[in-house]
């Protein structure tokens, strides 16, 4: 009969340590989301010349060739940058959504897994 001194034993940690560490492990999922894509970084140099690309004064070109190649080189890093935000940004949103539903989940689920149980059981009976 000593696995039912386990039960209230199981309830403490499911509810105390275990939400302690979801929280650590959803803290680094965003964490880890938000710097792959630099989101911060490429905020901050949003509309900086695509790989550093572009054209300096030189004998052959003219000012105003060096004029459309920087501003063609901006406007390519921009919708670079851009894209990746959007794209970082959704996927943040997205790990988010999910870690919301496992943390529902996670709350309800010791008095899930008894309930499936015995609606298994009833097709039996």
């Known amino acids: 009969m000593w696995y039912f001194a386990l039960i209230p034993t199981y309830f403490v940690w499911h509810y105390t340590i275990a939400l302690n560490d979801f929280k650590r492990i959803a803290k680094n999922i965003s964490w880890f989301i938000f710097h792959l894509f630099s989101i911060d970084i490429l905020l901050d140099t949003l509309f900086s010349p695509w790989k ?4 300096d004064a030189d004998a052959h070109s003219t000012f105003f060739t060096n004029l459309v190649i920087n501003i063609l080189m901006r406007f390519v890093g921009v919708f670079v940058r851009l894209g990746t935000i959007i794209f970082g940004t959704i996927l943040l949103a997205i790990a988010i959504a999910i870690l ?26």
């Open 100 to 125: 919301i539903i496992t943390f529902v989940v996670w709350l309800f689920l010791p008095f899930l897994v008894p309930a499936f149980f015995l609606y298994g059981i009833s097709f039996f009976l």
């Open 52 to 55: 550093r690309l572009s054209k």
